[in-house]
């Protein structure tokens, strides 16, 4: 929920937030801050399944996935940074955030069972413990 507020402060509030901390000529940067914003919100929800894979010797696939990502990244960075400026950069940042934080907590269910995002617990579950 705090990630979800500062990602709406960032969306809503970026320019005057760029302003009021790093001077009038960040203010034009509010698009690429709520596009990264984005992309770490995703990182946020989805847990930290990269540590859960690690420490459960999943090592290998982490790695895979993150290297695979981060080609993919930088390569669509280098194909849209000419046409599109730091706008195109900031949404091929955010869409690989996106997509190696999904890829990685799908794969700590597969391989270790475990999801890593918040869950919510029923209300049978949360009474036991006061019993």
Known sequence: IP?????????????????????????RGAAVLALLSVGKLVNVWTGSCGVTMSMTGHQTALMTITVISSVF???????????YGMLGVASVVCAGTIVQNVSMWLET???????????????????????
Do not use: K
């Open 3 to 27: 990630a979800l507020v500062v990602l709406l402060a960032c969306v809503f509030f970026g320019a005057p937030i760029l302003d009021l901390f790093y001077g009038p000529a960040f203010g």
């Open 73 to 83: 990244t930088v390569g669509g960075c280098f194909l849209v940074v000419g046409s």
């Open 109 to 131: 269910r597969r391989r270790a069972g475990i999801w890593t995002h918040l869950s919510i617990p029923r209300w049978r579950d949360a009474r036991r413990l006061f019993e």
